[in-house]
RNA sequence: GCCGGGGUGGUGAAAUCGGUAUACACAGGGGACUUAAAAUCCCCCGGGAGCAUUCCCAUGCGGGUUCGAGUCCCGCCCCCGGCACCA
């Protein structure tokens, strides 16, 4: 017998009961054999998280909520959804962060990942427990060094000295993703240039195929634009501009714009670029140390910052334009960067607004070679013509030839002399994957002075970090681990003989590439992942996540995968079918920071309404993938509906009635489970709960009682975004199971949705003038007459001629009449 | 500079195969129930005029197409992201 208190609505009691059923019954979580044999997979992925000292942000929650409604959904409707969720632990974020308070990393993360698994259980999520990663256990991060081996053996890792990204700060190798405008990510400390031996991953070898597949898989627009940018290809070619005086040698230069040769009136290399001492005379090689000491000394920061002004110097050095046959003076400047094409441009300045200024600054000649239409080869250009239009002037027997012709004739004619080829070049970079630090995974390759560099054996794996108490880094450039002789040193794999560990550690980066590929196996100890499941339930099916990622963690891990189908690990080549980025929360209009003190602390939310409520109100704020503003008095209105829900399937006075639905009420159930079925689909979570909010409010209008058929859909409805008072309320009218199991979505009869009556817009010359209500399908003289009956459209119609009756069946009638010239005047 | 996304009530936002602009919710006002409070329920709530039927104006600004434009086209302004000397 329900005492009174049983029949309250408190968010807490009904919470805490079903999250410990979940996880008594398994509710969420699959055994070996139901991942081996489930019929209608559906993998619901979201990005895993960093578990920071501070807890689950509202930013994470909203993330995970918004996934989670996703996969609730596809369960309901009958899939066997498998959602798991896991730790990026490893990385700089957790190291610096180690470092400032003086904790050692191996003692923090586990106490922050055990608040994490707290926060994720109360907010609901539906997260199979049993299948988590942990990037830095060995028993992950050895299968994370198992696919470094793989890269190795297939000749897609390779160590080079490069050009690198250095922070003083964070005293680490940056990837270029990693430097935001010349600044470090993490700290914003300007970076250097250094050059070190590091390891990298050929990710160039696959920029075509990363950039076709872009075609084929249904990610956010925004995402794929982003990847599509940050690939950059351009076609072009590349030119060799003959050094003078110097048979053997030949600045190679990229151009997208091959046409404009006859224009290239001198040749720029970056001050890095290797033929600069070889071009230099011996009159100018002071100046050009000095330049060259100068923009090494320079950060990146502050190269960017003086864009206006163009600076370089002459070298003293000619080459040969190719087309031309004349001698152009070579210089060296600090706009043309090494990192891009061949680090050397030939100076276009009649048609590129660098090269222009450039010349400008410098009192170097400027030659129109392009014509637009009514323009000739002597028209004075007074800014650079950049335009891939018109013909070409001042180039010889090329002279009128238009630009697109011009491009492959002219490559085609000096490839001919071994002076040219067709060439595309990629904004993307190789990845470089090694960090001077401690907290990661140690890259697992062994130097022999007779062998090179061996992989560790897989049967060795994995190459535990050790624990080092001191972990600090140091200015040296080198690793931590160099410092522990004890564990660097270890014999040669091949020969046996003396040899030592590569002491940098990988990228983080690395661990988040291939993780979504370990959830489903990590009952597996001896394989990364089986082919079996992996067959099963990849690629994942739905994966929601922070737009911030759109080039780095959705970018290597698309390579990976693309790498793995290649060796035959895997028999698919794009990791994710669909990819959607969710929006960004601000609060009452501003961002949320920390030094403005005005972030949301969920943990009081969670306590004060329930995590339904919190859950239903993000997903209430706005469009899932445009964000909202969390404004601290809107919850109230989700709040609110709850209880409503709550209080219509559990009365308080006696039992809820059973019998047959209002026919009025029963059309708009129908008609609500039709919206909120698309909208959810679509992501649209704030119309759905609009829509389930309008049906409520029909459901209880005038204060009637609503009978069990009206209000049982509606709880498996609201069940993606609030799950506990489903179970409960789904309990409470008798079911025994959980209502996520058993596909309990509810179906609409479309034959419910037809309404009987249409109310039909009557304009007069394109204004509403009155509403008729006739049956659906009603004819257009039907239409017209009702509505000439109307007082206030006749009135209008008084006295004018209809000329034109424009009639959309159930929604709209547009009377167009003349005007009415005889009354008044 | 380039590429995205967006400007709609006091506020968050609905409505984009062109067809009754402002759904849903917050805030605000009024009322019912109640000893009271909470909860619940009902009514009002873009601006202006009017007792009212009703009329006029309004989706960042200016034009255009159309019977009809928040939605399409042209030209601007502003805000938020991302990229940025990429040859």
């Known amino acids: 017998m329900p005492s009174n208190v049983d029949n309250a609505y408190d968010p807490s009691a009904v919470e805490h009961r079903w999250q410990a059923k979940w996880d008594r019954d398994g509710t969420n979580a699959f055994a070996l054999d139901e991942l081996r044999s489930a019929e209608r997979p559906f993998f619901n992925l979201m990005m895993f998280p960093y578990p920071s000292a501070e807890g689950l942000h509202v930013g994470n929650i909203y993330a995970f909520t918004g996934a989670d409604v996703y996969g609730r959904f596809k369960r309901l409707q009958g899939y066997d959804v498998f959602e798991p969720i896991g730790f990026d632990a490893f990385g700089i974020h957790s190291e610096n962060f180690a470092l400032k308070t003086g904790v050692h990393p191996s003692r923090l993360i586990p106490g922050n990942m055990a608040n994490f698994r707290r926060q994720l259980r109360r907010i609901g999520g539906m997260f199979d427990w049993t299948h988590t990663v942990d990037t830095t256990d060995p028993d992950y991060y050895r299968w994370t060094q198992w696919i470094f081996v793989q890269f190795l053996k297939n000749g897609l890792a390779e160590k080079k000295e490069a050009p690198v990204n250095w922070c003083p700060s964070c005293m680490t190798v940056l990837a270029n993703e990693q430097v935001i405008v010349g600044e470090c990510e993490r700290c914003g400390t300007a970076v250097e240039q250094r050059f070190i031996h590091q390891w990298f991953l050929r990710i160039t070898d696959y920029a075509d195929r990363l950039l076709a597949n872009l075609k084929r898989i249904d990610w956010s627009d925004t995402t794929l634009k982003a990847q599509y940018n940050w690939i950059g290809r351009s076609v072009g070619a590349q030119l060799h501009f003959p050094v003078a005086g110097a048979d053997d040698l030949s600045v190679e230069v990229f151009t997208t714009r091959p046409d404009t040769v006859f224009g290239a009136t001198y040749v720029v290399l970056a001050p890095e670029h290797p033929l600069v001492d070889a071009v230099t005379s011996d009159s100018c090689r002071e100046a050009v140390e000095a330049y060259r000491a100068r923009t090494q000394a320079m950060d990146l920061v502050a190269r960017k910052k003086i864009e206006k002004d163009k600076t370089g110097v002459f070298t003293g050095g000619y080459c040969v334009n190719p087309a031309t ?57 007074s800014i650079a013509y950049e335009y891939p239009t018109g013909t070409l002037v001042n180039s010889g027997r ?65 190459v535990e970090l050790p624990h080092v108490e001191d972990f600090r ?46 959830y489903p196996s990590t009952d597996f100890d001896d394989r990364p992942f089986d082919a079996g499941i992996t067959r099963r339930w990849l690629p994942v099916d739905m994966y929601i996540g922070g737009n911030e ?109 059973t019998g047959d639905p209002d026919p009025a009420v029963d059309r708009k159930l129908h008609r609500t489970i039709h919206r909120v079925t698309d909208q959810i689909a679509n992501l649209r979570y704030n119309t759905a709960i609009a829509a389930m909010m309008e049906y409520l409010n029909a459901v209880r209008a005038g204060g009637r009682t609503p009978v069990r058929a009206e209000v ?33 979505w509810p179906e609409c009869d479309l034959a419910k949705c037809v309404e009987q009556h249409a109310r039909i817009a009557v304009q007069v010359n394109g204004r509403v003038r009155g509403t008729v209500s006739v049956p659906v399908g009603a004819g257009r003289d039907e239409v017209v007459a009702q509505a000439r009956a109307e007082p206030n459209v006749a009135r209008h119609l008084e006295g004018t001629e209809v000329r034109r009756i424009v009639h959309i069946p159930d929604r709209l009638l547009n009377l167009v009449v003349a005007q009415a010239v005889a009354a008044g005047k």
């Open 473 to 518: 880094p140091d200015q040296s450039g080198i690793s931590p681990l160099a410092r522990v002789r004890e564990w660097y040193e270890v014999p040669c794999p091949s020969c046996g003989r003396d040899a030592a560990r590569e002491t940098d550690v990988s990228d983080v980066f690395l661990d988040s590439a291939w993780y979504f590929l370990r």
């Open 325 to 381: 046959g004349e001698r152009v003076p070579v210089w060296i400047a600090d706009y043309v960067l090494m990192g891009y094409g061949t680090g050397a441009i030939m100076a276009v300045p009649g048609h590129d607004e660098r090269d222009f200024d450039f010349a400008h600054a410098h009192g170097l000649p400027i030659i129109r070679v392009i014509a637009a239409p009514g323009e000739d080869a002597s028209t004075p250009l």
């Open 549 to 657: 990622h759109a080039v780095l963690h959705l970018l290597y891990s698309r390579f990976v995968v693309m790498a793995l189908h290649d060796m035959g690990w895997l028999d698919f080549e794009e990791p994710y079918d669909r990819f959607r980025a969710h929006g960004l929360i601000i609060r009452e209009g501003a961002k949320m920071s920390k030094s403005k003190g005005n972030v949301i602390i969920p943990d009081p939310i969670i306590e004060r309404y329930g995590a339904d409520t919190f859950r239903l109100y993000l997903m209430f704020l706005g469009p899932f993938v445009e964000g909202g503003d969390y404004q601290d008095q809107g919850i109230s209105g989700p709040h609110g509906f709850l209880h409503r829900l709550w209080e219509s399937v559990v009365p308080e006075s006696g039992e809820l009635a």
């Open 712 to 744: 049982e859909p509606l709880v498996g409805m609201v069940a993606p975004f609030a799950p506990h008072i489903a179970e409960e309320l789904w309990h409470r009218l008798g079911h025994a199971g959980s209502v996520f199991d058993g596909a309990n």
């Open 398 to 462: 090329y002279d009128g030839v238009p630009v697109d012709e011009a491009k492959r004739a002219i490559v085609d004619e000096l490839a001919t002399e071994g002076l040219a080829e067709s060439r595309v070049t990629y904004r993307l970079h190789d990845w470089c994957i090694s960090r001077q630090r401690y907290w990661g995974p140690p890259i697992p390759v062994i130097n022999c002075d007779h062998c090179g560099a061996v992989p560790v054996p897989e049967e060795d794996l994995p």
